[in-house]
């Protein structure tokens, strides 16, 4: 089976525009989750989609979007980006996203805003 | 809300010896899940261990294992016969059982341990 799959790998843009990302879980996998990564705050939970509902959030603010489509692939979307916004954004996809099912992350989107 | 610490941001070790990682989480919860991912420096996370925290038995995957100490909250991860393969950030995940709680849907992860494996 193919692994998850986020594109683009890299993007650099400029504080105000927009970005999406996007991420293709393993085939069967319903449950995708997204994460941010940086230096100083570490790994912290975006949202969770699972059958293209938003099932959970983390404390980002609303300029962090996302949806999940019928095939389970799914999108992240940031407006009015800040200079704050620049880290490795990871997609993790699961069968079902809960219990001890396992996550299987993508490769991540390094975003850098300039 | 559960937290996760990692209290070692560094550690090393020699090519074939042992190490031991550590982590300590805090929840009030009493059903969970436990997990250790290593990241290497392609960033690709990747599973390497994992606990359901009902079992009192330690998990164990090949030279991974890990000694979960419920009552204490610890959940630290042991490396046998370490490879320079192994040397990775290696993170700690909390994941609640409880539905339907929304932490349930999430990891919490730790803020890492970097491995270095000395040839």
């Known amino acids: 089976k193919a692994g998850v799959t986020q594109t683009p790998r890299y993007l650099i843009k400029t504080r105000g525009q927009q970005v999406t990302l996007s991420c293709s879980p393993i085939s069967g996998h319903r449950s995708v989750s997204w994460y941010q990564q940086t230096p100083g705050q570490g790994l912290q939970f975006l949202f969770e989609y699972f059958s293209e509902t938003q099932r959970n959030k983390g404390n980002f603010p609303g300029r962090f979007s996302g949806r999940q489509f019928s095939n389970s692939r799914s999108e992240m979307n940031v407006s009015t980006l800040e200079l704050g916004d620049s880290a490795l954004y990871l997609c993790?996809?699961?069968?079902?996203?809960?219990?001890?099912?396992?996550?299987?992350f993508g490769p991540g989107t390094r975003l850098t805003v300039l | 809300a559960q937290t996760v610490t990692q209290s070692q941001p560094e550690m090393s070790v020699q090519e074939a010896e042992t190490v031991t990682l550590s982590c300590t989480y805090d929840t009030s919860e009493s059903d969970y899940y436990l997990f250790w991912y290593k990241q290497p420096p392609s960033r690709q996370m990747i599973l390497v261990i994992r606990q359901e925290a009902y079992k009192q038995q330690n998990a164990t995957e090949n030279r991974f294992s890990v000694n979960f100490q419920k009552a204490a909250k610890s959940f630290s991860l042991k490396i046998s016969d370490s490879q320079l393969g192994d040397a990775a950030m290696y993170f700690c995940a909390y994941r609640s059982a409880e539905e339907p709680s929304g932490s349930a849907r999430q990891l919490t992860f730790g803020s890492g341990t970097q491995l270095t494996v000395l040839p």
């Open positions: 993790a996809s699961s069968l079902e996203g809960g219990g001890i099912d396992t996550q299987y």
